[in-house]
């Protein structure tokens, strides 16, 4: 992973969880997904998605 991607990474997790559910959605909506995901990919994405749904419902309570 480049520094620059790192920074990004970095400066992400700096703004509001709103703030970030927002920058996921438009990213997804922007970012072509490729059609060959693989496991991995997919094993990642639920576990971003299950730490975003943990931080939401940290955040409600």
Do not use: C, G, Y
């Amino acid at each position: 992973m480049s520094a620059a991607v790192l920074h990004l990474l970095n400066v992400i997790k700096q703004l509001p969880l709103a703030e970030q559910m927002e920058l996921h959605h438009a990213m997804a909506e922007t970012v072509p997904m490729s059609d060959d995901l693989t496991d991995d990919d997919f094993a990642a994405l639920a576990a971003a998605s299950f730490r975003a749904l943990d931080e939401e419902e940290a955040h409600a309570a």
